[in-house]
């Protein structure tokens, strides 16, 4: 099988299996507990925890740990409830939808290449909401933000800023104190540690209510049982990627992969173009092909060549609701429902994307011999 | 909470699965190259999926039968195995076939796709429509 579907999910490292397994062999006990194996887990937890601030700049003391993404973007809009919140029209569900359920939330318009617009921040500005949360690098599209910038801005104005960098995390070079940013979001699968960890920045002194109260963990900051396996598994992934500097591999290695896989799509498959526009992530790719759909290209390219990719938007219960990502951007319902997103890993070869580019062109074809949508001057 | 049953439900079954890789009776390319008596389009691309079929009839019987389909695999599954059920029936005994018809087919589709069904269903009703009004006029 040829995986390209690493922002979804990244295999684990074997780095952090081992590091989760000697955790499981050796039961180090509750961490929160006072006697030896007690303070066992605490040290492994610990541990972790430098290790991963260390990868975005961080004092460890500014790192919760989370049972992932979707809890640290649930923290921040929390602590904001009923309060006034501006997001990017291009968040992850866990920011835009917990944002529009609890609190008094507006959206910030993307340009067609899902860059944050000038005028929609400028406006956002004005009206001085609490707390901005525009994400770092997105996850369907791959488009970097300048966090640096906006946050600058949204200081100068006396707004707090959230950045949701669970994408961007071990792809690019992070540092929270060079971005200045107030909270930032990270989870561990997207970067071989297991699944169901991840943390929250919250930098020294910033406001902060705890979603999950009824324990003194995490300094009262996030009540339940540390899962030190979980979390020796986050660190190990977090300190392989500090030591191998895993975001220049990406760029040195991942990004010219990714760039051939976009120039020959382009240049060999008739009616496709990309939606991923400079800066971009190094491992993202999101593509569309007239008139093809893209769940039914997922399932050819995994029936027929093995090769597994996903959709931004798939028809579900009738109601064809298109990416918001897309929809955000190029506001096209079909160039939504006609794209695939490729995300690329380290174990990515050339011989992947060699591989991609020999299936791809019938598969797309085919698709669209049969479909009811012409594509443009073909007859 | 999801029960087993339904998580299994996200599946395609084999039969969707066939009918998806090797669709039968659709129209590669230029429509213009299959001459017919009547077709029927539904749905919309902008809601991802969109279904048309070309119906050749003779002495009220559907001889032979095409299609094409924007949309997701249970959309060319479903299309692909009303064609089959559709073809060398007399016109009212193809309006009898029911999305359930066409789901039972297939062996079921997952439940968040069995609007496909009624799609291929509703393509089928207005080719055959279109074929009854051009006698009429």
Request: aromatic share 6%; charged share 20%.
């Amino acid at each position: 099988m040829i995986y390209l579907d690493y922002a979804a999910t990244s295999p684990i490292l074997p780095e952090a299996k081992k590091a989760m397994l000697d955790v499981l062999n050796n039961f180090p006990g509750n961490a929160s507990a006072l006697h030896t194996p007690g303070h066992r887990a605490h040290a492994i937890i610990e541990e972790a925890r430098a290790d991963i601030a260390r990868l975005i700049g961080a004092q460890p003391h500014e790192i919760i740990f989370t049972s992932g993404g979707s809890e640290s973007n649930n923290t921040v809009t929390n602590i904001f409830a009923g309060q006034s919140v501006a997001v990017s029209a291009i968040e992850h569900a866990s920011v835009l939808e917990s944002a529009r359920a609890r609190c008094d939330c507006v959206e910030i318009s993307v340009d067609k290449h899902g860059k944050i617009k000038n005028s929609s921040f400028e406006k956002i500005l004005k009206k001085s909401p609490k707390l901005i949360s525009i994400m770092l690098a997105n996850n369907e599209l791959g488009t970097i933000q300048d966090i640096k910038h906006l946050a600058k801005l949204a200081h100068q104005h006396g707004i707090l800023f959230h950045t949701d960098a669970t994408q961007a995390f071990g792809k690019i070079p992070i540092n929270v104190k060079d971005l200045d940013i107030d909270y930032m979001t990270i989870s561990a699968h997207k970067i071989g540690g297991p699944i169901g960890v991840g943390a929250l920045y919250i930098k020294d002194g910033t406001p902060f209510t705890p979603l999950i109260i009824g324990g003194h963990q995490e300094h009262g900051k996030r009540a339940g049982t540390y899962a030190t396996a979980n979390i020796a598994g986050f660190g190990a992934a977090a300190r392989y990627a500090y030591e191998h500097n895993i975001p220049k591999l990406y760029a040195e290695k991942i990004a010219p992969l990714r760039d051939e896989l976009a120039s020959r799509i382009l240049k060999e498959i008739p009616f496709s173009s990309s939606n991923t526009a400079q800066p971009s992530l190094p491992n993202i790719l999101n593509v569309s092909f007239e008139a093809a759909e893209g769940e039914s290209i997922q399932l050819y390219l995994d029936a027929k060549a093995g090769i597994a990719i996903s959709t931004g938007s798939a028809c579900a219960a009738g109601d064809g609701k298109p990416s918001h990502v897309i929809m955000a951007t190029v506001n096209d319902a079909e160039v939504a429902h006609s794209s695939i997103r490729f995300s690329l890993g380290l174990n990515t070869t050339k011989q992947d994307i060699n591989k991609v580019t020999k299936v791809l062109p019938n598969i797309i074809n085919n698709l669209q011999q049969i479909s009811t949508i012409q594509t443009k001057g073909a007859k | 909470m999801t029960t087993k049953q339904e998580s299994e439900d996200w599946v395609y079954s084999e039969k969707v699965k066939e009918h998806f890789l090797n669709p039968r009776n659709f129209l590669m390319g230029d429509e213009s190259r299959f001459s017919r008596d009547a077709e029927g389009i539904v749905g919309n691309p902008i809601c991802g999926d969109q279904m048309k079929m070309f119906l050749k009839i003779k002495d009220d019987k559907i001889v032979d039968i095409k299609w094409k389909t924007y949309g997701c695999a249970s959309a060319i599954a479903s299309t692909s195995a009303l064609s089959e059920l559709a073809k060398g029936k007399t016109l009212d005994e193809a309006l009898k076939i029911t999305a359930k018809d066409i789901d039972n087919y297939l062996g079921n589709l997952p439940k968040h796709k069995f609007h496909c069904s009624v799609l291929g269903h509703e393509a089928l009703t207005a080719a055959i429509e279109d074929y009854r009004q051009k006698q009429k006029d």
